[in-house]
């Protein structure tokens, strides 16, 4: 069975950086989507970003300049380097992986790690 575990969230404070983790198992990235999605209390999941199995980026435009994703194939994980962080990047991370970006909210989701920043 697919399995992802993300890690590397915390507490920081506002302008402070994170990196987050997400190893794949039972899955091989670089043939697939993955993304990072986030939810705050009360709010829907909403996308971060993500890489297609192409190595091709997207980004919500509240984090353009400020995050990037990208893979390590030798080691089957994708990354979520965080930096300028805002308040109100508080939330759940998700990581999410799919055959391709279309279906990627119908793919397999990991457990998720708290981000939270604090003023």
């Known amino acids: 069975q697919v399995q992802l575990v993300e890690s590397g969230g915390g507490l920081v404070q506002a302008g402070g950086s994170l990196r987050l983790s997400c190893v794949g198992s039972?899955?091989?990235?670089?043939?697939?989507?993955v993304g990072w999605y986030r939810q705050a209390p009360g709010k829907q999941r909403d996308l971060v970003a993500t890489?297609?199995?192409?190595?091709?980026?997207n980004y919500a435009d509240s984090v353009k300049g400020r995050f990037t994703i990208s893979r390590d194939d030798a080691k089957n994980t994708v990354y979520l380097q965080m930096t300028s962080l805002k308040l109100e990047d508080t939330a759940v991370y998700y990581c999410?992986?799919?055959?391709?970006?279309?279906?990627?909210?119908?793919?397999?989701w990991g457990q998720g790690t708290q981000v939270t920043v604090s003023s």
């Open positions: 999410v992986t799919a055959p391709n970006l279309a279906t990627i909210r119908q793919g397999y």
């Open positions: 039972r899955i091989i990235f670089n043939k697939n989507a």
């Open positions: 890489i297609t199995g192409g190595g091709n980026t």
